[in-house]
Structure formats: structure tokens, C-alpha cells
């Protein structure tokens, strides 16, 4: 595996092992900072699976009300891969699959993502863009993560 997507793999799984343990309430509050926040840009767009377009501060506040408020749930990060390298960035896709997902339409979801991550340094997200999976893809999985 090439280095550049090894540390693409580390820093996505690692970040949604995060939110799983944010979510959860396992982990101490003060983590949100070094361990989400600053690895997003200032200048972050995400743009959810419903098409909203948030930023780091909205992420921010989203990210401190939720705190602990979904003990059950679960994510798997699957198929990562490196789409196209640009300098010190690199446009990377995946696919999450959530359980237990409180927040979101469906508790068993699955959704593709493609992001754009400066890994120059500590990796630095600049763009995320979310999209469900269609449901015959989602309802053929076990979930049994």
C-alpha cells in the first residue's frame, strides 16, 4: 500500500472511530478539539447526504450538542481509496455504514463519501461530500460490525 494512502485509511478510520466514541460518550469532552476540529480547515465545506452545506463552526456547535447522545451507535469505514493526488492533497472516496444511527433518517444507513485532505502535515480536511447509498445496496448488507 502506498504511503500516501495509508495515512488517507489511518485518518479516516481514526476520525470516524472518533465520532462513534463521541457519540457514544466514551470519550472525554475535551477531545473534540485535537482529535476532530483540528483536522478540519477553516475554510471546511461539508455538504450532508440531504445536500445541507455546513462549515467548521457549524460542525462545531453540531458536534458539542450531541455529545453522548447515541450509546448503540456503530460506523465502518469500507473501500477507501485515493481518486486523484494534487500536490499535497489528495480527493479520497469511501463508503461509511452506520447502525444505531439516531440522528439520521434511517438507523441502518450507508452513504459514499468523497473528500479533499491536505496530508502535507497532520491531515487536514478541506472538503467532504456526502451521498446515501441507494437502499437495495444498504438493505443486502448484514451490518454485523
Given at each position: ?23 457514544n460518550g466514551t470519550v472525554e469532552r475535551e477531545a473534540l ?105 444498504v438493505k443486502a448488507d448484514p451490518f454485523t460490525f
Open positions: 500500500m502506498d504511503q500516501a494512502l495509508q495515512i488517507i485509511e489511518k485518518e479516516v478510520v481514526d476520525l470516524h472511530v472518533f465520532f462513534t466514541q463521541w457519540f478539539a485535537p482529535r476532530f476540529l483540528s483536522h478540519m480547515a477553516d475554510d471546511l465545506v461539508f455538504i450532508t447526504p440531504e445536500g445541507h452545506v455546513m462549515g467548521h463552526d457549524h460542525l462545531r456547535l453540531g458536534f458539542e450538542q450531541t455529545y453522548g447522545t447515541n450509546p448503540e451507535f456503530k460506523i465502518e469505514i469500507r473501500d477507501v481509496k485515493i481518486l486523484q493526488k494534487l500536490g499535497t492533497k489528495a480527493l479520497v472516496k469511501y463508503t461509511e455504514w452506520q447502525k444505531g444511527a439516531k440522528l439520521s433518517a434511517q438507523a441502518q444507513n450507508a452513504r459514499i463519501s468523497t473528500g479533499l485532505i491536505d496530508i502535507s502535515a497532520s491531515p487536514t480536511w478541506h472538503h467532504l461530500h456526502e451521498t446515501w447509498l441507494p437502499q437495495d445496496i
